[in-house]
C-alpha cells in the first residue's frame, strides 16, 4: 500500500456540528481545561505528533502484564508471545486499557500494518508512521480492551503482525513494545457488565485478517453458541488495501480508464450476516495512511485514527434467540463493492442470561436487505480529448431489526433502528497539462436501539465522516516541470446518549485533520522541492464520565508549531 503511483493516474505520482441533542447536554457536564501540554509534544520537533487523547484511568492502581518488549519488525514473519493474566490481581476490573509504543528508524520506509492478536481476537489495528531521511519517528497507542476482559481472564497465545521489509533501498526497521494494565475495582464498586465470551473472527486460530477481494469474498466463521444467549455485539474492522487503498477515489469502471482512476465506484460498506440472512451494517471509515497521496501532508501529524482504527460496533442482540437454540450459526462480514481488497477481522461479543440455562425467542423483524448505490455521470468529452464534469454515487438506508428472548428475568424486546446516508461527488478537469480531482464524500449514521426488561432503556447514536479532497496535478506549458498540490480535510464525528435503568450517559467526539502542500517537479517528474506544508488537528471530546478534552496542534514544513489545550472547553462552559 501507501502511494498513488504514476500508473494509478497523474495526479498522485509520488512513489514513496456536533449534534444538538448532545451539545445541549454539555451544558451540565464537568469541565476541566488543560493547560499543559504532554510529554511528546514538543514544539520544532519532526516526530509524529497527535492531539488525541489517552485513555481515562480510574484512581486505582493498575497491574501491569507485558506482551513483547521491544520487538524488531524487519520482515513479514509473525512474532509470537504468551499472554498469562496478572497474579494476584483477578477479574472483575474497573478498566483494562493496552498500551503500546512503536518507532523507526530514519530513512526509507512504506508506511505498514500493525496488528495485535491475543487467543485469535484483534486488540490492536493500526499502520505506522513514515520516516524521513533525517527523521526517526516513535509514536504511541492505546485501546480500551474492558468489554475483552473475558479474553484476558485466561493465558493465551498471542502473535504480532506487522511486516516490513528492509533491505538495501527501503532501510527502516521498526520497533514496538505493548503491555496490558488491569485496573482493580475500588472498594464498593460495582464492575461493569462485560461480554462472557470473546470470539474472534480471523484467519486461523492465533490471528490474522482476511484479504476481501471482492464483494461477495467473506471472513466467516461458525459458532454453536451457549443456550443462553442474551445480548450479542460484533466488532468489525475493514481496512483499504491494495487497488482498494484510495476507495473513496475510485469511480465507476466504465470511466475508470478515462478518469485514469480505480474502479468500483467511491462506495464501500461492510455487510455483517448471520446464515446468509442480513444482520448488520459497518460503514467503512475512509482512513489515508501515512504515505497516502503525498507523505508530505502526514508529517509530523497523520489522518484521523491512522495510526490506531476505531473499530465499528453492530448491535446483534435482536438474534439472541435465534443464537441460542443451540445449533451451529455461520456469522460473516463482505464488503460490498470491494475491488481487491480489504484486510478484515471481526470480534464477537457474547452475552449471557446467568439466571438460566435456555433462553428461547426469535427475530421478529428485519428489514436490512442489501445496498443499492445509485451512479450518476456528467462529463463532458472535447474534441482535443479534455474531460470535463462530475460522478456521483450515493446509497440511502434505512432499516430496522427486532427481535426478543424470553430470559430469566423476563421477555427482553431490542428494537435496534439504523438510517446510513452516504454520497461521494468527485469533479474532474483533465486536459493535457492539468489533472484536477475534488472529492466530496459525507458518511451519517443515525442509531437508535431500544430494549425492556430489567436493563431496558434507549441507546441513540449518530457518526458524521467528512472527508474533502482536491488535488491539482499541473505541468507547465513548456514541460519544464510542474507542482501537485493537495489539500485534505478529514473528519471523524460521534454523539451517543443512553437513557435507562442504569442511569444516563453522553459522549461527543470531533476529530478533524486538515493538512495541504505543494509537490515540485522538473521535466522528468523527479521531486524538486514542496512549498506551504502544513497541517493542523482539532480534538474535541467529552462524556459524562470523564468531563471535557480540547486540544489543537499544528505544524509546518513538517516540523510541530504550537499545542492549545483547552480552549473548546472553555468556549463550553455555561
Given amino acids: 500500500m501507501n502511494v498513488l503511483s504514476a500508473s494509478r493516474h497523474r495526479s498522485f505520482f509520488f512513489t514513496a456540528k456536533l449534534f444538538a441533542a448532545a451539545s445541549l447536554m454539555l451544558a451540565a457536564s464537568v469541565i476541566s481545561a488543560q493547560t499543559i501540554p504532554p510529554p511528546g509534544l514538543v514544539i520544532g520537533s519532526g516526530n509524529t505528533a497527535t492531539a488525541d487523547p489517552t485513555i481515562a484511568r480510574p484512581d486505582t492502581t493498575p497491574c501491569t502484564v507485558t506482551l513483547f518488549n521491544n520487538f524488531v519488525f524487519a520482515d513479514f514473519s509473525t512474532k509470537p508471545f504468551s499472554f498469562t493474566p496478572p497474579s494476584g490481581?483477578?477479574?472483575p476490573w474497573a478498566k483494562v486499557v493496552l498500551n503500546a509504543d512503536f518507532s523507526i528508524q530514519a530513512g526509507l520506509q512504506f508506511d505498514r500494518t500493525a496488528e495485535i492478536w491475543i487467543g485469535g481476537a484483534n486488540v490492536y489495528f493500526g499502520t505506522t508512521s513514515e520516516p524521513s531521511g533525517a527523521v526517526a519517528r516513535s509514536w504511541h497507542i492505546e485501546r480500551d480492551l474492558t468489554d475483552y476482559s473475558a479474553l484476558l481472564s485466561t493465558t493465551q497465545n498471542g502473535r504480532v503482525d506487522l511486516g516490513n521489509l528492509v533491505n538495501n533501498q527501503f532501510t527502516s526497521s521498526l520497533f514496538g513494545t505493548a503491555e496490558i494494565q488491569f485496573y482493580p475495582l475500588a472498594k464498593h464498586q460495582d464492575a461493569t457488565r462485560t461480554a462472557d465470551m470473546v470470539l474472534p473472527l480471523a484467519s486461523d486460530p492465533t490471528g490474522g485478517t482476511a484479504f476481501l477481494s471482492t464483494s461477495t469474498d467473506t471472513l466467516a466463521k461458525t459458532f454453536t453458541l451457549p443456550a443462553n444467549v442474551e445480548k450479542a455485539f460484533i466488532d468489525v474492522v475493514a481496512e483499504s488495501q491494495s487497488g482498494d487503498e484510495f476507495w473513496y477515489t475510485c469511480v465507476p469502471n466504465d470511466v475508470a480508464a478515462e478518469l485514469q482512476s480505480c474502479g468500483g465506484t467511491g462506495f464501500r460498506e461492510s455487510e455483517v450476516t448471520i446464515d446468509g440472512v442480513p444482520a448488520g451494517v459497518a460503514p467503512v471509515y475512509p482512513w489515508i495512511y501515512t504515505g497516502g497521496i503525498d507523505p508530505l501532508l502526514w508529517r509530523p501529524i497523520p489522518g484521523v485514527q491512522t495510526l490506531n482504527f476505531a473499530p465499528y460496533r453492530v448491535d446483534l442482540t435482536p438474534f439472541a434467540g435465534l443464537l441460542s437454540n443451540g445449533q451451529p450459526h455461520q456469522v460473516a462480514v463482505n464488503v460490498f463493492n470491494a475491488n481487491s481488497g480489504f484486510s478484515t477481522t471481526a470480534t464477537l461479543l457474547v452475552f449471557q442470561d446467568h439466571g438460566s440455562q435456555q433462553v428461547t425467542g426469535e427475530v421478529t423483524r428485519n428489514t436490512i436487505g442489501v445496498p443499492n448505490p445509485n451512479v450518476v455521470e456528467k462529463l463532458n468529452t472535447a474534441a482535443d480529448g479534455s474531460i470535463t464534469g462530475s460522478v456521483t454515487v450515493g446509497s440511502s438506508r434505512s432499516f430496522r431489526v427486532e427481535g426478543f428472548v424470553k430470559t430469566s428475568h423476563g421477555r427482553v424486546e431490542t428494537d435496534v433502528r439504523q438510517d446510513i446516508q452516504f454520497s461521494n461527488r468527485q469533479d474532474f478537469n483533465i486536459t493535457n497539462t492539468v489533472f484536477v480531482q475534488s472529492i466530496k464524500q459525507r458518511t451519517v449514521i443515525s442509531s437508535e436501539t431500544s430494549t425492556n426488561g430489567q436493563?431496558?432503556?434507549?441507546?441513540?447514536?449518530r457518526f458524521e465522516w467528512p472527508l474533502d479532497l482536491s488535488i491539482n496535478f499541473t505541468v507547465n506549458?513548456?514541460?519544464?516541470?510542474?507542482?501537485q498540490t493537495t489539500t485534505v480535510r478529514q473528519q471523524f464525528l460521534s454523539a451517543a446518549t443512553q437513557n435507562g435503568n442504569g442511569g444516563n450517559s453522553f459522549s461527543v467526539v470531533s476529530n478533524t485533520v486538515t493538512p495541504s502542500d505543494t509537490l515540485l517537479f522538473d521535466a522528468n517528474f523527479n521531486i524538486t522541492?514542496?512549498?506551504?506544508?502544513?497541517?493542523?488537528?482539532?480534538?474535541f471530546s467529552n462524556d459524562s464520565s470523564s468531563g471535557c478534552f480540547s486540544r489543537k496542534i499544528t505544524a509546518a514544513a513538517g516540523l510541530l508549531t504550537s499545542v492549545t489545550d483547552g480552549v473548546l472547553c472553555a468556549n463550553n462552559k455555561h
Fill in 477 to 483: 506549458p513548456d514541460g519544464s516541470g510542474g507542482f
Fill in 455 to 461: 436493563d431496558g432503556g434507549k441507546t441513540t447514536q
Fill in 89 to 91: 490481581c483477578p477479574g
Fill in 529 to 539: 522541492g514542496f512549498q506551504g506544508q502544513q497541517s493542523a488537528q482539532e480534538f
